[in-house]
């Protein structure tokens, strides 16, 4: 059986070779596009965040990934689980780490890896222009008079240790933690310029999917209305 000789350069000399660059080129472009599509779609679209503290328990624990859908503007429900950006509200807006520091933990929270000093998540409680009160006589928060539901509190909690009674800006968001006696939110805020109401501008999203770790799967229910 006669193998086929390899084709030859018209010169007659050895066959030609597509020069390495070309390859590497190749998949720089490809890696290039890959994150430019990924850094549109979590810039716009969806996002991934780590969940660095056991203030949602038990919804969420810490070290948990979910993922975070970008919200319309004032498209917010009492009862959703909302990322949010606390500069100003919850964190100075300055921020005393050097650049390089800033740049690795911008770096591991881009992957997934790692949390957010200045960013947290929390549930809605209340929107513009309710009313939320603490306590009702059988202990339970009020929101425009009408006793909330709250299964979603850890188990053990009270709706809330710290009394408020504060009628929500438009604009404007009042934020807990299910696990009420280890979150700091807006009630730990009460005396501070702001007094906790979160910037509806400063909600990053809505955490709709819990994607990690994986025996615990699954979507984040959203209030009906």
């Not at 890896?113 to 549930?123: E, H, N, P």
């Not at 007094?195 to 990053?204: H, K, Q, T, Y």
């Amino acid at each position: 059986m006669h193998e086929t000789p390899a084709p030859r350069s018209p010169a007659g000399g050895q066959p030609k070779r597509r020069p390495r660059s070309v390859g590497w080129r190749f998949v720089f472009s490809v890696v290039l596009v890959a994150v430019l599509v990924t850094g549109l779609v979590r810039g716009f679209l969806l996002d991934v965040y780590f969940i660095p503290s056991a203030s949602m328990e038990p919804l969420l624990t810490e070290g948990d990934r979910v993922l975070v859908e970008k919200l319309a503007d004032s498209d917010f429900r009492r009862g959703d689980v909302v990322v949010f950006d606390g500069r100003g509200s919850f964190d100075p807006i300055t921020d005393p780490r050097s650049l390089p520091e800033q740049v690795l933990a911008g770096a591991g929270q881009w992957l997934g890896l790692a949390g957010s000093d200045t960013t947290y998540v929390k549930r809605v409680i209340g929107v513009g222009g309710d009313h939320v009160v603490c306590c009702s006589g059988d202990g339970s928060l009020t929101v425009n008079g009408d006793t909330l539901e709250e299964p979603y509190v850890h188990q053990g909690d009270a709706a809330s240790t710290t009394r408020f009674d504060v009628v929500v800006p438009e604009g404007r968001l009042w934020l807990l933690g299910d696990h009420r006696s280890a979150s700091m939110d807006s009630r730990s805020l009460l005396g501070a310029p702001g007094g906790g109401l979160v910037a509806e501008d400063r909600i990053i999203g809505r955490a709709f999917q819990l994607v990690w770790p994986l025996d615990r799967s699954g979507p984040i229910d959203r209030p009906s209305g």
